[in-house]
């Protein structure tokens, strides 16, 4: 978890970018040094010894004027700690890898000196943990934060409660004029995705149970189970994925969640699917493009808008980050 979270962030963050040391303005090797800011470093021995200080040149000046003519003869000194930043561009995270800290080696204990066997005590029987323990904590999180779908719009419910047996585990309504009707949640797993075979599932009971909206909230989603919703929309349900965020997963050694909410939290966001055009390398006016290479381009975003009962498009220009996993394990 907490490794998911930090590579969410450094994949989404940017910084400063630092001005390279010298007259080419695109070097761009960081092994040449930086550019540092300058500060005049003022003493007495640089004011005493300045010529342009002459009682007579400094006669009828004023204060800001003198101390020009001190700073404008004193010695530079360069700020190592404040590189100089170029306001029109920005760094983003470049490829790492996560490294793994092998576990601790157990000891051997030595033998006693005592003779006779040690007493054994009685093995504590294995706690086997409940894969739905943590939904009922999901609900009272999507009860008080609501989802959230683009543009920032938030659906909240006018009541949420749980339900057991099958893969839907709550039922509501929204609030306000929504095109949601009676809407069931089904919740993925707490370390997997939620899989094709959940999608299946639920769409089948939620068709029997009469609910017009389904949302599926996960850490995670299968290739297939996104395709299988794109590939055969429900018409007589309306199908929506929810990303949940990876700290709703901080929770103490007793079990109990850390997660502070607000309420811009943002829980639970609706994601859609990606409109993109593929092209080869070669067609695209790229520079020293060979072939079998391909670009990918994003053209925007559709997502389904229960406030206004349409297919909302999100143009690429107001999508902050997308990355293209060139390793696909059919998992998000």
Same mark, same amino acid.
Request: glycine share 8%; aromatic share 6%.
């Given at each position: 978890?907490?490794?998911?979270?930090?590579?969410?962030?450094?994949?989404?963050?940017?910084?400063?970018?630092?001005?390279? *040391?010298?007259?080419?303005? $695109?070097?761009? =090797? %960081?092994?040449?040094?930086?550019?540092?800011?300058?500060? %005049?470093?003022?003493?007495?021995?640089?004011?005493?010894?300045?010529?342009?200080?002459?009682?007579?040149?400094?006669?009828?000046?004023?204060?800001?004027?003198?101390?020009?003519?001190?700073?404008? =003869?004193?010695?530079?000194?360069?700020?190592?700690?404040?590189?100089?930043?170029? #306001?029109?561009?920005?760094?983003?995270?470049?490829?790492?890898?996560?490294?793994?800290?092998? %576990?601790?080696?157990?000891?051997?204990?030595?033998?006693?000196?005592?003779? #006779?066997?040690?007493?054994?005590?009685?093995?504590?029987?294995?706690?086997?943990?409940?894969?739905?323990?943590?939904?009922?904590?999901?609900?009272?999180?999507?009860?008080?934060?609501?989802?959230?779908?683009?543009? =920032?719009?938030?659906?909240?419910?006018?009541?949420?409660?749980?339900?057991? #047996?099958?893969?839907?585990?709550?039922? #509501?309504?929204?609030?306000?004029?929504?095109?949601?009707?009676?809407?069931?949640?089904?919740?993925?797993?707490?370390?997997?995705?939620?899989?094709?075979?959940?999608?299946?599932?639920?769409?089948?009971?939620?068709?029997?149970?009469?609910?017009?909206?389904?949302?599926?909230?996960?850490?995670?989603?299968?290739?297939?189970?996104?395709?299988?919703?794109?590939?055969?929309? =429900?018409?007589?349900?309306?199908?929506?994925?929810?990303?949940?965020?990876? $700290?709703?997963?901080?929770?103490?050694?007793?079990?109990?969640?850390?997660?502070?909410?607000?309420? *811009?939290?943002?829980?639970?966001?609706?994601?859609?699917? %990606?409109?993109?055009?593929?092209?080869?390398?070669?067609?695209?006016?790229?520079?020293?493009?060979?072939?079998?290479?391909?670009?990918?381009?994003?053209?925007?975003?559709?997502?389904?808008?229960?406030?206004?009962?349409?297919?909302?498009?999100?143009?690429?220009?107001?999508?902050?980050?997308?990355?293209?996993?060139?390793?696909?394990?059919?998992?998000?």
């Amino acid at each position: 978890m907490a490794l998911s979270i930090a590579r969410q962030r450094l994949l989404t963050a940017t910084f400063p970018y630092y001005r390279i *040391a010298g007259d080419d303005p $695109d070097e761009r =090797n %960081p092994a040449v040094g930086f550019a540092y800011k300058t500060v %005049p470093h003022i003493t007495l021995k640089c004011i005493a010894q300045n010529p342009d200080l002459d009682p007579d040149k400094v006669k009828g000046k004023s204060r800001e004027e003198i101390e020009a003519i001190i700073q404008a =003869n004193a010695p530079q000194e360069t700020l190592y700690d404040q590189p100089e930043v170029d #306001g029109k561009r920005i760094r983003v995270s470049g490829p790492f890898t996560v490294e793994a800290i092998p %576990p601790p080696v157990e000891q051997i204990t030595p033998p006693s000196p005592i003779g #006779g066997e040690p007493e054994t005590a009685e093995a504590e029987p294995a706690r086997s943990e409940d894969p739905t323990a943590h939904l009922p904590m999901l609900v009272e999180l999507l009860r008080k934060d609501g989802v959230t779908f683009p543009d =920032n719009r938030r659906v909240r419910f006018e009541h949420l409660s749980e339900r057991t #047996g099958g893969v839907l585990h709550a039922e #509501g309504e929204a609030k306000g004029d929504t095109d949601m009707g009676r809407i069931a949640v089904s919740f993925g797993p707490f370390h997997g995705p939620v899989t094709v075979g959940q999608v299946e599932d639920g769409l089948s009971e939620a068709v029997r149970g009469g609910f017009d909206s389904v949302i599926f909230c996960g850490f995670a989603f299968d290739g297939s189970a996104q395709s299988a919703i794109s590939a055969d929309p =429900n018409p007589r349900v309306h199908v929506h994925l929810a990303h949940i965020r990876p $700290d709703v997963m901080t929770t103490d050694s007793e079990g109990k969640n850390l997660l502070k909410t607000t309420a *811009a939290s943002q829980l639970f966001t609706v994601f859609g699917e %990606p409109d993109v055009a593929l092209k080869p390398a070669t067609e695209a006016g790229i520079a020293e493009a060979k072939d079998g290479e391909w670009v990918v381009e994003l053209l925007g975003v559709d997502v389904y808008d229960p406030l206004t009962g349409e297919v909302s498009s999100s143009s690429a220009d107001r999508i902050a980050a997308w990355f293209l996993d060139t390793d696909y394990d059919n998992r998000t």
